[in-house]
């Protein structure tokens, strides 16, 4: 199998970018880009290492980032798994890319930036759910935002398909992971009510 290296065979087999594609990159949020990102509720934060990458769903039951300024967005870090491998990355690294989605729409808005942790009282009391607040909320400094091609979520038909009797449930993904440790069935009829007391 042929392995391309360089970037002039790259460019060979792909033409010029369409003006479209260049013009809709700004540095800061811009009206549309403002009420877009306010409207998403989802997005998909990535991050970066030294032991690599880390892609991370978030979402909210608003504006999944509050808007600090035009140049500038917050995202709330709500309990998870306490990994903690994307603040791991962003501590060392601050590159980040976040990927907003809105349901039913099938376009993507990019914001690539740098990011920085802070447990700021004042800042983590705006998040405030069910007399909860975040631990720390991840600041990104805007580099760029633009609006990707619908075409990978029009391929997918991601917003009308249920594709649930395809796959092993979570309970069963970590019953395998744990060598029966974990017993599928309990796991998931539990889950739902545990993950309603803890979501914030």
Same mark, same amino acid.
């Given at each position: 199998?042929?392995?391309? &290296? ?5 460019? %060979? ?18 009206? %549309?880009?403002? *009420? ?6 989802? !997005?998909?934060?990535?991050? !970066? ?28 870090? /709500? ?13 060392? &690294? ?26 700021? %009282?004042?800042?983590?009391? *705006? ?21 990707? !091609? ?8 991601? /917003? ?14 970590? %019953? ?23 979501? /914030?």
């Amino acid at each position: 199998m042929r392995r391309i &290296d360089t970037l002039p065979e790259l460019e %060979a087999l792909y033409g010029q970018a369409s003006g479209a594609a260049l013009d809709k990159v700004a540095g800061r949020l811009t009206p %549309a880009y403002r *009420r877009w990102i306010a409207a998403s509720r989802f !997005c998909v934060m990535a991050t !970066c290492g030294p032991e690599g990458m880390d892609a991370s769903p978030r979402g909210d039951d608003g504006p999944v980032v509050l808007e600090l300024d035009a140049g500038m967005l917050a995202l709330p870090d /709500w309990r998870g798994n306490n990994r903690l491998d994307s603040l791991r990355n962003i501590l060392r &690294d601050g590159r980040i890319a976040l990927m907003f989605m809105v349901p039913g729409d099938n376009a993507v808005v990019r914001v690539n930036g740098r990011a920085w942790l802070t447990d700021d %009282a004042d800042l983590r009391a *705006r998040f405030t759910r069910d007399g909860r607040e975040p631990a720390t909320v991840i600041v990104i400094e805007i580099a760029e935002v633009y609006a990707q !091609c619908p075409k990978a979520l029009l391929r997918s038909g991601l /917003w009308g398909r249920d594709d649930r009797a395809l796959v092993p449930s979570l309970g069963e993904i970590l %019953a395998e992971m744990t060598r029966g440790g974990i017993e599928a069935g309990a796991w998931d009829r539990d889950y739902p009510a545990r993950a309603r007391a803890t979501l /914030w």
